[in-house]
């Protein structure tokens, strides 16, 4: 456990810029706190003790702001970023390198019994307050965008947005972890590809009424708002 606990740190120094000192990493950084504590728990579930590992989760849950029951399984090198609203259930797996920030759920959909949390591969990136729910599981190298919510299997390096999340394929692509400005957005895309359509059938159409004559194009005021807003989007 003081091996996992080292990587722990080790992925702390090499992800956050913040990050100043040794001494720093073990005060104030409760995704550590959080992580050690549970791997401590964990250790106690796996014994069958009835009551104590539950025990030392809520005090987890109270001393950082993040709740993992102790049955969870989590590999070395995970960072929980910031981690306050972080929940992550009791059959939910989580594999090396993982990056979870603020907000995310790794969360059940029902009562049933038996494996009902996701499962996440290496080297996965889930972003602020995103949400990953029910018996799913998440390949190695995926980033999962800030607010989406994952509800279906998802490969091996892809990348995830919207409600509910969509997949973009990036496979053989490598990309930054703390790169978030860099996750596409799926609505904009397909509003502006209803938007070319639209306007090549009000040209056609108008063509048409013009006997064959090539007409001018003319943009409305509502066209100018919904263009803007694709433009601020970055699409």
Known sequence: MLQTIKTDIAIIR???????S???????????????LHRFSHR?????LPLLPRLL??????ITGIEIHPGAQIGSGVFIDHGMGVVI??????GNRCLLFQGVTLGGTGKQTGKRHPSLGENVIVGAGAKVLGAISVGANTR??????????????????????RVIHQSGVRIDPLAHSQLPDAEAQVIRNLMERIDALENALEQQRRGGQP????QSLKDRE??????????
Do not use: K, N
């Open 14 to 20: 090499e992800r956050d810029p913040a990050a100043r």
């Open 22 to 36: 040794l001494a720093e990493i073990l005060l104030c950084y409760p995704g550590l706190h959080a992580l050690s």
């Open 44 to 48: 106690l579930w796996q014994l069958g």
């Open 57 to 62: 989760s809520q005090l987890g849950r109270l």
């Open 89 to 94: 259930g009791e059959t939910a797996v989580i």
């Open 144 to 165: 999962i965008g800030a607010g989406s919510v994952l509800l279906r299997d998802v490969e091996h390096d892809c990348t995830v947005v919207g409600v509910p999340g």
């Open 215 to 218: 007409g001018g194009t003319s």
């Open 226 to 235: 919904i263009l803007e807003f694709l433009e601020g989007s970055g699409i």
